[in-house]
């Protein structure tokens, strides 16, 4: 733990990203060709990484690099599948999320991100991902990918952070024509704990009833998506470009849930332990339904190595909900070498 905040403090310290392109580079090429690499993306199906790679190959550099970014957003629950993130109960919470990554040469990858918010005006690190991945990028007519993240919280601040622990996630996607399909599964499992306290007066006695319940959850998804780019360069000098991607997205999905709860009493002054009242176990299952309808828009300008990133995710779930909607934003700044 010591070391991943150590980590964290390091990654935070360093706000900006460069583009892995150079000046010669970017006039060689055209922006249709690099669109979508320079942004953290939070709609996208894949790593904004791994089109960096692919724009590196296409040019014949084999080479590794790193990535060091910092952004803002409210997402909690994944860092990379947003089908998950619009789970979320609550999106008014703001995180910033230093990152650092490694790409090797042969598709291999490895980040780590920390996840910084305040907390009773205090900003404290309250969560941990660490994903190793692979894409294959060899293809220039489609591309593919796959990763695994694990997610590490504090369990004072629990409530705070995602619910699962491990995540996996794979993506397709076409690289040509006007749009672009793609398709990704995800497939995440974790528990979480929840205890409500009730104190009370019984007969002149003091009584606190506790009761604890420990969830443990699976989600499964499915997304297709279209998506196209709009591409303008050179605006302000030679050199510098803005990309627009905006893409549409339709998620089917399945959930299971196990909840296994108990309540315990304790009374008398001291309010001792006394008893467990009662012990219960519950299982829920969703099936695979139709989740979700969503749209995002993704954002970023660059110029020589310097980039900077907005994205926009809004989320229609489709099953009965208290909030249908879920807004998802996110804004990025980083430095790769």
Not at 130 to 135: A, H, K, Q
Not at 258 to 280: C, F, I, N, P, V
Not at 281 to 306: D, H, P
Request: glycine share 6%; with cysteine.
């Amino acid at each position: 733990m010591k070391k991943a905040l150590y980590f964290s403090l390091f990654s935070i310290a360093l706000c900006l990203r460069l583009s892995a392109q150079t000046e010669p580079v970017r006039d060689t090429l055209p922006l249709a060709d690099t669109a979508a690499i320079q942004t953290d993306s939070i709609a996208l199906d894949e790593s904004m990484l791994a089109d960096l790679r692919f724009l590196l190959d296409s040019m014949k550099i084999r080479q590794s690099f790193f990535s060091v970014d910092m952004g803002v957003s409210n997402r909690l629950f994944s860092v990379r599948n947003n089908n998950f993130n619009a789970q979320q109960v609550t999106a008014d919470r703001i995180a910033f999320t230093p990152s650092v990554t490694y790409y090797h040469k042969s598709g291999l990858g490895i980040s780590a991100m920390a996840f910084l918010s305040s907390f009773d005006g205090t900003p404290t690190f309250y969560q941990y991902a660490f994903s190793p991945s692979y894409d294959y990028l060899n293809n220039k007519n489609v591309s593919f990918g796959v990763s695994y993240a694990y997610y590490l919280t504090r369990d004072d601040l629990s409530v705070y952070a995602t619910p699962f622990k491990h995540e996996f996630y794979g993506y397709v996607r076409s690289r040509k024509g006007w749009l672009r399909p793609g398709f990704s599964m995800g497939w995440a499992t974790g528990t979480y704990t929840d205890i409500k306290q009730l104190d009370t007066v019984i007969f002149g006695i003091p009584r606190r009833f506790i009761d604890t319940t420990r969830v443990g959850l699976q989600d499964f998804s499915m997304t297709f998506s279209l998506a196209h780019y709009f591409d303008f360069e050179d605006l302000f000098k030679k050199g510098d470009g803005l990309s627009i991607s905006p893409q549409v997205m339709v998620t089917a999905g399945a959930q299971n849930f196990e909840a296994d709860s108990k309540t315990s009493l304790y009374s008398g002054a001291r309010l001792r332990y006394t008893s467990r009242r009662y012990q219960s176990s519950t299982t829920e299952k969703t099936g695979l339904r139709l989740q979700s309808l969503s749209g995002a828009v993704n954002t970023t300008y660059f110029i020589n190595k310097l980039s900077l990133s907005a994205g926009y995710f809004i989320n229609y779930f489709i099953p009965d909900s208290d909030k249908p909607f879920t807004h998802i934003f996110s804004l990025t700044a980083g430095l790769t070498f």
